[in-house]
């Protein structure tokens, strides 16, 4: 079973608009990252919020966790067709060390 | 280049075989985590290893075995294999496997069983 739903399945943008993804898992967590993967390609790591955070930015990328809500969101702002890929978040188990990966949000940025 | 190296890249076999697959971390990680990635399950935790010990377990399958080895590569057993075993198989690494650490992911091994 997954621990991160991701929302929406897909997402079809033009290049220059924003993207917004979100996550929804279902137990506390410690952690929550977001991971990039391009087709058929290893997953690569983008960003870490820890649950006392509420928002962190990295380069075009901002993500916020509302833990209250157990969900997080991934914006992509100023998107390029090279940002086209899947998109997973990623979180841990309460006391394990297991970090459990959504079912991802496949984004298509168009040029 | 994540520096994670996965082998093989591509392998094809018959149901009812018995398949290995291999990774070696990055240098100077020490954990080793095995991830399933299907179309129809979303990728699957199976295995995490820290300096050759097994730390945590997923969805593994009985058919399917892991080991970390002393000069800290790992390898996936996967035996009796079924079609539905098809997938593409992850290898990940981090220094220390605690979950405040980002994962490294190689480039995958693509299993197909006909």
């Known amino acids: 079973s997954q621990q991160g739903e991701e929302d929406p399945q897909a997402l079809s943008i033009q290049e220059g608009e924003n993207a917004t993804m979100n996550c929804s898992y279902k137990?506390?967590?410690?952690?929550l990252q977001w991971y990039r993967q391009n087709s058929g390609r290893g997953l690569v790591h983008l960003i870490l919020?820890?649950?006392?955070?509420r928002e962190k930015h990295s380069g075009r990328l901002r993500v916020t966790l509302d833990t209250s809500k157990k969900s997080s969101s991934l914006l992509i702002t100023a998107s390029r067709a090279a940002d086209t890929a899947s998109y997973f978040c990623?979180?841990?188990?309460?006391?394990?060390?297991?970090?459990?990966f959504g079912a991802g949000t496949r984004l298509f940025v168009k040029a | 280049d994540s520096g994670v190296t996965q082998t093989p890249k591509h392998l094809i076999t018959a149901t009812g075989q018995r398949v290995t697959l291999r990774c070696s971390p990055r240098?100077?990680?020490?954990?080793v985590y095995w991830y399933q990635q299907s179309l129809d399950q979303g990728l699957q935790f199976l295995i995490q290893?820290?300096?050759?010990?097994?730390?945590a377990k997923g969805n593994i399958l009985e058919r399917f075995s892991a080991q970390q080895f002393p000069d800290l590569h790992s390898e996936l057993n996967l035996s009796s294999l079924e079609l539905g075993d098809s997938a593409l198989y992850f290898c990940?690494?981090?220094?220390?496997?605690?979950?405040?650490?980002?994962?490294?992911f190689g480039s995958g091994t693509q299993l197909s069983v006909l």
């Open positions: 990940a690494s981090s220094v220390t496997g605690e979950t405040n650490e980002k994962l490294f």
């Open positions: 137990t506390s967590i410690n952690n």
């Open positions: 919020i820890r649950s006392n955070e």
């Open positions: 990623a979180t841990d188990v309460p006391g394990g060390f297991k970090t459990i």
């Open positions: 240098s100077g990680d020490l954990s």
């Open positions: 290893y820290y300096n050759g010990e097994e730390r």
